[in-house]
């Protein structure tokens, strides 16, 4: 049991929605002082917007949060801020131009008298100093410009933010997921020596070794409910999976069997612009092939070689057996690529203009009158309707802007922009990511579909069980190489994340 | 529920369907309402405003800046800007006059000189942009407006031109029975446009560029090639807009169209399309264009400066933004 004096946060009954999606049902929180308290949860889970009504960037619907056992309300950053509350976001928020002191202080920067003063530039590269040395680093660092820095590093900074914040809590998401071996022990002992002190570390990860490693209690989320609060030491990873995936994987994982056909696709001696790796893999008819790695493996950048989304330094690709030419985004669609990118909303999607539109964007040439030249409105519009009936995309009204679609909704958008182009090859990277299960179960469904009806369909995914409940054959990629080529049969999580991480 | 309750709920949302449907009407027809209500207050204040000749007047007034603003609104749907329409606009004019009145060219040889130049000015802004790499349009048609108006004042060490065949003149001189020529030529491209950006496949990749430049070009589409395209029609429609010019004034000098490119962003704007790309129609940017004219002459009638005048269009645009800003919002929220 918490004991009450070491109890810093308490969350309870949290719930919180967007329109008609409930992504927070009901959650409850404990977190001590000097803890590091893991948050475990598939993608979708609510993790990260519980996280952002405890830093204020939402505001909850329901609920209650209390803060060394008195009720707070945090309607901002600033009262989350105040609390003692700090963040450390996947994607860091430090300004590469400025030194690391600047950054250190950057909002609340030390004058030399009142308000209006001016900086004092003195006190904050002193101070900064000692929270680098507090922290383990070269107090001259401090003069360093920020872009000079290692990822690891510069997560330090953030860090050392936090630290002249006087924060009680920390809150990092993944923060070991973009960072090198060395760096990543580096930041366990900074861990360590924080909860030490007394700090309290809200902990998210996916790495199931890691939360063994540096965890202290960990609160499992599903579908926006609290599962349980366990004991790191003494419960079983397998336990967690358990209650994390909530059923068994064959209804999540809607995996069939197909007959497996001839080859379909073949990246050759494939050199991704810049790295010094030969890329080399097939893929056959008749199975579902998935590319798993850690973030930064060299996945993503993959596909977009083979897509000529990037240039690159050279390599053949073959498609049913025939060597195609691809310089350019359209030579590959030409080629029968089609690839659905892993951010929807930057690369995929037109947020402003309607359902219609986005579906035929990469096919317009297919909707010109033979004659005129000129773009058949009405049927653009039939093509729509019909893809919207079979994918049944919610809300149906194809005169409705993008952006006013749920995740799962948009990405079903963007899927049929590609079946438009009558693809033969489907690239998928992280398709199901932040969409949710329901929608995650048809898009699986979908890939059955394609691979029954004689696509190749590869899938980039970062998503664990997903890669292990839906792909015949795994392909492990670390810092730009293959390191595996797995069958569904040997595939474990142990032995891909051995060549994740290139062990 | 009461059968009263169940009609009251009805009559709830039909009153809210009824306020969706005016907002979508407001929406839509927005710039268009503004021109009414403008001409209807005018219309009280002047009882010259609104006579055949006035509103032809006006149609001719508008439409230099109508066939430029036609132009701008290419650039920004794709998320840029032309600085370089008035300065494009002299010099197509200035080498036009060259080759005619000095050279003594034929007028239609000359007409077709004058456009070609300014598709080949709009064509630099684009290669700028596209194979050099400039960061901004803003930056490479910054650059293009200088060069551009720099040479139409070399041309002639900034002597204008006179003496231009009618052939030449025709289009920014004659009347059609009461209509201008030069209003219906704005009308016959704004049809053009129209189909243009609604019907063809470079057309909707406008629309594409400038809603999401990275999702286009993953679409297989050429964002290079089209950008290139974009600038080239905009210089070409400066070219056509000088064309008029040298019709309404029966010369060319080296600092026609001056400033003109920044009337010409406005009627884009004050006709509802974004800044930010991807959103505008050619109908808005013709209903922008008329109520610059129509402000600029209504308060000619009212006996108002031209500072003043200036004052006033410079609110019109800031609210026409605001009334945009306040209804993204909106609909936003919904």
Sequence with gaps: MADDNRQLLAVKGIKKSFSNNHVLKGIDLEVNAGEVHVLLGENGAGKSTLIKILTGAYEKDAGEVYWENQLVSINNPVDSMKLGIATIYQELNVIPQLKVYENIFLGRELKTGGKNSLLDHKSMREKAKEYLSMLGQDPDLADAELSELGMGQQQLVEIAKALTLDAKLLIMDEPTSSLSGSEVEQLYSTVESLTEKGMAIVFISHRLEEIKRIGDRITILRDGFKIETLPVKTTSTDHWIELMVGRSLDEKYPKQNFQLGKEGFRVENLKVKGSPHTLNFHVNHGEIVGFSGLVGAGRTELARAIFAADPNDGGKIFVEGK?????????????????????????????????????????????????????????????????????????????LNARKLSGGNQQKVVIAKWLETKAKVFIFDEPTRGIDVGAKVEVYRLMNQLVEQGAIVLMISSDLPEILGMCDRIIVMSEGEITANLDRTEATQENIMKAATGG | MSKAMVNETQAKTEIVEKKKNMRYYLDKFGAVIGLVVLSAILTFLSDRFLTLNNVMNIARQSSINALLGLGMLLPILTAGIDLSVGSILAISIMVMGVVVVNMGVPPILGILVCLAVGALFGWLNGIMLTKLRLPHPFISTLGTMNIARGLALIITAAAPIAGFPYLIQYLGREFVGPIPVSFVLVIVMYVIFHIFLTR??????????????????????????????????????????????VGRVNSAFPLAGLSYELDAIAAVIIGGASFFGGVGTVWGTLIGAMIIAVLRNGLNLLNVSADFQMTVIGFVIIAAVYVDVLRQRRSKKD
Excluded: C, W
């Design chain 1, 323 to 399: 060597e195609v030419k691809i310089r350019s985004p359209r030579d590959a669609i030409n080629a029968g690529i089609a690839f659905i990118t892993e951010d929807r909303k930057s690369e995929g999607l037109l947020l402003d203009q309607p359902l219609d539109f986005n579906m035929a964007l990469a096919n317009m040439k297919g909707f010109q009158s033979k004659k005129t030249k000129l773009i058949n409105l009405q049927r653009i519009k039939e093509v729509a309707k019909s893809y919207i009936r079979e994918l049944q995309v919610r809300p149906s009204n194809i005169e």
């Design chain 2, 200 to 245: 063809t496949q470079t057309g909707r990749y406008i629309y594409a560029i400038g809603g999401n430049k990275e999702a286009a070009h993953l679409s297989g589409i050429n964002v290079n090639r089209v950008l290139v395209i974009v600038y080239s029609i905009s210089g070409f429609m400066a070219a056509l807009a000088g064309l008029v010019m």
